[in-house]
């Protein structure tokens, strides 16, 4: 089946530092992706969608600045966390939907990134 | 505002017994999903749920819609261990967007 693959699955960086996220279809193209973040024992929260070849939409209250989307090709997102503080430590996780056969209503979770940041 | 509550947010029960998860959803949505998650794990899509009185079934698990209730429940059947995680119902806010909107949760703890 579908799947989409995240990288890296825990990240430890300093404040003020950037840090980025990569999420991967492997086997069926995306051009729209989504990033969700989740903090703990909390639901999922949409940050933003992911267009490929063009800029990413935000949901209100996600600062665009801060949360840099880039969607360069149909395999590819990726999430730079820029200047990131402690506030910021969560679990980041992308979604894709499959476009072919049978997968093509089912969105795809990829397994997630941790970020902590000390 | 698109707003989508659970109910229960814990569920603590015993194997053998039947329960259900209800998903309340605020506005009209003909696609509604089912995931699990367990603990420091992404989610697992469990159903797809895409038209007004669609019920799916498998293994232990059935989820069924309404969407003119806008309501979806999950109903676990002779629960086992194995089911203990927690469960999220997401709602497809615009279907030409594929955006969903979680769900609060639902934490499922199986004891014997």
């Known amino acids: 089946g579908a799947v989409v693959s995240q990288h890296p699955s825990r990240v430890i960086c300093k404040s003020g530092t950037s840090v980025k996220i990569e999420c991967r279809s492997l086997d069926f193209q995306a051009t729209t992706m989504f990033w969700y973040r989740q903090f703990p024992k909390q639901s999922l929260m949409l940050m933003a969608t992911?267009?490929?070849?063009?800029?990413?939409?935000?949901e209100q209250g996600v600062e665009k600045d801060k949360f840099l989307i880039n969607h360069a090709s149909l395999t590819l997102s990726t999430l730079t966390v820029t200047s990131a503080h402690p506030e910021d430590s969560s679990f980041y996780i992308c979604?894709?939907?499959?476009?072919?056969?049978?997968?093509?209503?089912?969105?795809?979770f990829g397994e997630g990134s941790w970020l902590t940041v000390v | 505002e698109l707003k989508v509550e659970q109910n229960p947010l814990f569920l603590s029960m015993q194997e053998g017994k039947n329960y259900t998860i209800y998903c309340n959803y605020s506005t009209t949505s003909d696609r509604l999903y089912w995931y699990r998650q367990d603990p420091g794990k992404s989610l697992e899509s469990l159903f797809v749920l895409l038209s007004n009185g669609a019920v799916k079934q498998e293994g232990r698990l059935m989820a069924s819609l309404d969407t003119k209730a806008r309501l979806s429940t999950l109903h676990i059947t002779a629960a086992v261990h194995d089911l203990s995680a927690t469960y999220f119902c997401?709602?497809?806010?615009?279907?030409?967007?594929?955006?969903?909107?979680f769900g609060t949760g639902t934490r499922l703890q199986v004891f014997p």
């Open positions: 979604s894709a939907k499959g476009m072919t056969g049978g997968s093509g209503n089912t969105i795809y």
């Open positions: 992911s267009n490929e070849g063009s800029k990413a939409t935000y």
């Open positions: 997401a709602v497809d806010l615009n279907l030409n967007t594929d955006k969903l909107i």
